[in-house]
């Protein structure tokens, strides 16, 4: 769960953990995970988490979209923390290198994140898309 002491890095680094396992400790629960760190997620507007325009208002919206659009961040083996880098007030993005399930290099995923501004995760840091590269 998202809390006010993370930094972007740790914020990422909770979500690619829980990715290691995704089924743990029940189905989809670490697709679950990125679905609580999802600054677009639950709400009515459409969202370019996945890099497109997509409704993400819903989990099951959510995890068809993750699955199709991520499918070598599931049950990763590994992941390195590359750097971190903040754009701008309440602004960053934190590059991940990935080895996927059967090892083999994933390459670099860049979490765009952003500070909630409102509501119970304000001033947290939340995921506003993840890009390939």
Not at 17 to 38: K, N, S, T
Request: glycine share 10%.
């Amino acid at each position: 769960m998202p809390t006010v002491a993370m930094s972007a890095r740790q914020a990422v680094s909770a979500q690619l953990l829980a990715l290691r396992q995704v089924d743990e400790p029940r189905p989809d629960h670490g697709i679950q995970v990125m679905y609580v760190f999802a600054n677009d997620g639950g709400g009515m507007e459409r969202s370019r988490y996945f890099g497109y325009s997509k409704d993400i208002y819903h989990f099951d919206h959510f995890l068809g979209g993750f699955r199709n659009a991520f499918p070598e961040l599931l049950n990763l083996q590994d992941f390195q923390i590359v750097d971190e880098m903040e754009t701008g007030p309440g602004e960053a993005v934190v590059n991940a290198s990935i080895v996927d399930r059967k090892g083999a290099e994933a390459g670099k995923f860049a979490f765009v994140m952003g500070k909630r501004t409102y509501g119970t995760l304000k001033d947290c840091w939340l995921t506003d898309r993840i890009e390939r590269g």
